[in-house]
Nanobody, 123 residues
Framework: QVQLVESGGGLVQAGGSLRLSCTASGSIFSIKTMGWYRQAPGKQRELVASVANDGSTDYADSVKGRFTISRDNAKNTVYLQMNSLKPEDTAVYYC?????????????????WGQGTQVTVSS
C-alpha cells in the first residue's frame, strides 16, 4: 500500500506565506510526477503545480511567480512554497503522486492522493 501525508496548511493573511509538504510512504519502486492540486468551494479541482522526477516543473498561470514547487527524491517528499498569498488561493490543497510499484506478480502505475489540507487566506 501507498500513503501520502500532507502538512503545512492553515490560516494566513493576504500577502503572507505558507509551505506545504507531502511525503509518500509504502511499497514504492519509483515516483514519476508529484504535484499539488486545489479545490475551492463550488469549483473543480485544478492543478496548481507539478514536478517530474527530472526536476522539470509546471505551474498554473494564476500562481506563477508566487509559488514554487520542489521535491526531495531521497525522502519521497514534495513541497509547495506559497508566497504573496491572495484570498482567491483559499482552497483545500491535495497532494498527488504518480507511483510505480513492482511486485512479484505485476507492475502497477497509478495516481495516489493525499487527504487534503485547508489553506485559508484572509483579506
Amino acid at each position: 500500500q501507498v500513503q501520502l501525508v500532507e502538512s503545512g496548511g492553515g490560516l494566513v493573511q493576504a500577502g503572507g506565506s505558507l509551505r506545504l509538504s507531502c511525503t509518500a510512504s509504502g511499497s514504492i519502486f519509483s515516483i514519476k510526477t508529484m504535484g499539488w492540486y486545489r479545490q475551492a468551494p463550488g469549483k473543480q479541482r485544478e492543478l496548481v503545480a507539478s514536478v517530474a522526477n527530472d526536476g522539470s516543473t509546471d505551474y498554473a498561470d494564476s500562481v506563477k511567480g508566487r509559488f514554487t514547487i520542489s521535491r526531495d527524491n531521497a525522502k519521497n517528499t514534495v513541497y509547495l512554497q506559497m508566497n504573496s498569498l491572495k484570498p482567491e488561493d483559499t482552497a483545500v490543497y491535495y497532494c498527488n503522486a504518480r507511483i510505480l510499484r513492482i511486485t512479484a506478480w505485476n507492475t502497477d502505475l497509478r495516481d495516489y492522493w493525499g487527504q487534503g489540507t485547508q489553506v485559508t487566506v484572509s483579506s
